[in-house]
């Protein structure tokens, strides 16, 4: 029974270790670049940073754009690491 919620983390889960991996990198990391990086459509990505800023998991500055939320400077919150860490640790 465990699998079922497990395979739905996935998504979340490679949003939040492509945030990590670019937190250091030159430039800010917006809702665009992040789609990009995951090859992902811009709605789906809004729906994902939506779902991980209510779940305290990232950190971003909401900035108008469509479709919304937009967020610029994205980063994992302690949150968000420790997450990652208890799936990927």
Do not use: Y
């Amino acid at each position: 029974m465990n699998a079922p919620a497990a395979s739905s983390d996935q998504p979340m889960l490679a949003m939040l270790r492509v945030i990590g991996e670019r937190e250091d990198a030159v430039g800010q990391l917006d809702n665009g670049a992040l789609a990009r990086c995951l090859g992902w459509t811009a709605a789906t990505t809004a729906e994902s940073l939506a779902a991980a800023k209510a779940q305290l998991l990232i950190w971003g500055i909401r900035v108008g754009g469509n479709p919304a939320p937009c967020f610029e400077e994205i980063e994992l919150t302690v949150q968000g690491r420790r997450l990652l860490t208890e799936h990927d640790g």
